[in-house]
Nanobody
Framework: VQLVESGGGLVQAGGSLRLSCAAS????????MLWFRQAPGKERESVSTISGSGGSTYYADSVKGRFTISRDNAKNTVYLQMNSLKPEDTAVYYC?????????????????WGKGTLVTVSS
């Protein structure tokens, strides 16, 4: 499975961005999709997870209420809508996939990773 992120960029605090991740999987709907991020000098952290059907979602506490994950299985694409962005959201955002939704928010059994897209939020 190849994953390609897009949509990163520079935005002012309070602004919005929508990240996209296009997947090459022929059976995209059977994969849970995840977003992670890694800020400079910090460890990678989970941001959000969505099940194959889209019926289950998970958000890290730090983004709950501001970010929304969604997917379009017809387009083999997962999205991360990011609103009310804060400078602390600045990071490289990575798309990932695995077969199981569980455990959400964990990198366990994640086999496929994108190369990342940089999000910079200025104050």
């Amino acid at each position: 499975v190849q994953l390609v992120e897009s949509g990163g960029g520079l935005v002012q605090a309070g602004g919005s961005l929508r990240l996209s991740c296009a997947a090459s999987a022929r059976t995209f709907s059977t994969y849970a999709m995840l977003w992670f991020r890694q800020a400079p000098g910090k460890e990678r952290e989970s941001v959000s997870t969505i099940s194959g059907s889209g019926g289950s979602t998970y958000y890290a506490d730090s983004v709950k209420g501001r970010f929304t994950i969604s997917r379009d299985n017809a387009k083999n694409t997962v999205y991360l809508q990011m609103n009310s962005l804060k400078p602390e959201d600045t990071a490289v955002y990575y798309c990932a996939s695995r077969r199981s939704y569980w455990p959400p928010g964990s990198a366990n059994n994640v086999y496929y990773w994108g190369k990342g897209t940089l999000v910079t939020v200025s104050s």
